[in-house]
């Protein structure tokens, strides 16, 4: 009989450690970080941010962003995240950010937000009306002809030979041309859909972006930070539109303090 007791003891003292082990295990998971790049660009945007995250062990995923609708992209994000298993911070830059803003939405294993020189629309707002809200964008001219599709809406390009410095000017100019060859056209429907109740409401959010950012002007990115209640708005100065490509660092800190946060 002192023997089964004893195993019992055991058995209990051995349970009671490991709970509290698995608890601190569990804390000190890192959260996965998805990347979802914006209009005009694509995954390779983040290569920089995704190195330095990689780096510091986050398992990172770049998400491909089919830039068709706000809310059939934000579902094709919503599925990315249900496949993950344990804590995310979603990332979305400039149209991504909308994106980001609807996919979270009821996900319990997102832990925060944030905002890369993006969109952070309230219900009913589209980024086309927010970004002409405040002056200082220089898009609209910089547009190549739209391309005509079947389903009689049409995609939106930027003209290659003004990519540079409408989109990215803080880029070498070789590394911009390549990025104009690959870009992602986004249809106008995505950019004129009325967004529905942002997940920025219920979930921490960080705002970083340049402030000579010709696609989303500052003030609008700044309006829309304060609005979010954001924990943390870093302006980087004089930094374009992708400012997760020339200035990877800091955003990749910014993104490593929203995972690290309580």
Do not use: C
């Not at 983040?46 to 706000?70: F, M």
């Not at 496949?83 to 994106?99: Q, T």
């Not at 990025?179 to 921490?204: C, D, F, S």
């Amino acid at each position: 009989m002192k023997t089964i007791n004893t195993f019992a003891l055991t058995l209990a003292l051995i349970g009671s450690a490991a709970a509290p082990l698995d608890i601190a295990r569990a804390a000190d998971i890192k959260p996965t970080v998805i990347l979802v790049h914006g209009a005009f660009a694509d995954s390779a945007s983040w290569n920089g941010v995704a190195a330095k995250l990689r780096g510091d062990g986050y398992n990172v995923i770049g998400a491909a962003n089919p830039l068709r609708s706000v809310q059939g992209d934000a579902s094709a994000v919503a599925n990315i995240v249900k496949s993950v298993k344990g804590p995310v911070v979603l990332v979305g830059h400039s149209y991504g950010g909308a994106v980001i803003s609807a996919a979270a939405n009821g996900l319990a294993n997102v832990k925060s937000l944030v905002y890369v020189a993006a969109f952070a629309p309230d219900q009913g707002e589209t980024a086309l009306e927010l970004s002409g809200r405040y002056p200082g964008g220089t898009l609209g001219g910089a547009l190549a002809e739209p391309v005509a599709l079947a389903n009689g809406g049409k995609d939106f390009y930027i003209q290659q030979d003004k990519f540079h410095q409408q989109f990215a000017a803080d880029v070498p100019k070789a590394q911009a041309e390549l990025m104009a060859m690959g870009q992602r056209p986004i249809a106008e429907a995505a950019l004129t859909e009325a967004a529905g109740a942002p997940a920025w409401k219920n979930l921490p959010s960080y705002f970083i972006y340049g402030t000579a950012d010709k696609n989303i002007p500052a003030a609008a990115l700044g309006f829309m930070a304060d609005r979010a209640k954001s924990r943390k708005t870093i302006k980087v100065a004089g930094a374009s539109h992708v400012v997760m490509t020339s200035h990877p660092a800091a955003v990749a800190k910014l993104i490593e303090e929203a995972a690290q946060a309580k």
